[in-house]
Nanobody, 129 residues
Framework: QVQLVESGGGLVQPGGSLRLSCTASSGLRLNYYVVGWFHQAPGKEREGVSCISSGDSSSYYADSVKGRFSVSRDKTKNTVYLQMNNVKPEDTGIYYC?????????????????????WGQGTPVTVST
């Protein structure tokens, strides 16, 4: 069954804002997972851009989004958000969230690697005039 669902993608002008959501089904409690956001630009590899820890909600940002994107979680809604501000054309692509059964992310976005981990199906973002 579907465990993680991303939403909130769409068309946005350069300099604009967008908020992506990553919501888990009731069988997956995101409080106990590091949740990462990945960006896959057209024709390129998927890369991690941000993640939030399960323990203290500390976060990590790739240099490409630092100062523009912000990750947060709402435990009551079992949802993690990626607030995208001052977006640029190079932010265009598919955004995926992933839940990884570890406590902290510090200097990179962890990839799902075990049967306890999950990927979402992705939501498209297009930054264009």
């Amino acid at each position: 069954q579907v465990q993680l669902v991303e939403s909130g993608g769409g068309l946005v002008q350069p300099g604009g804002s967008l908020r992506l959501s990553c919501t888990a089904s009731s069988g997956l409690r995101l409080n106990y997972y590091v949740v990462g956001w990945f960006h896959q630009a057209p024709g390129k590899e998927r890369e991690g851009v941000s993640c939030i820890s399960s323990g203290d909600s500390s976060s990590y940002y790739a240099d490409s989004v630092k100062g523009r994107f912000s990750v947060s979680r709402d435990k009551t809604k079992n949802t993690v958000y990626l607030q995208m501000n001052n977006v640029k054309p190079e932010d265009t692509g598919i955004y995926y969230c992933a839940a990884v059964a570890i406590d902290y992310c510090t200097d990179h976005v962890p990839l799902p690697s075990s049967g306890l981990d999950e990927w979402g199906q992705g939501t498209p973002v297009t930054v264009s005039t």
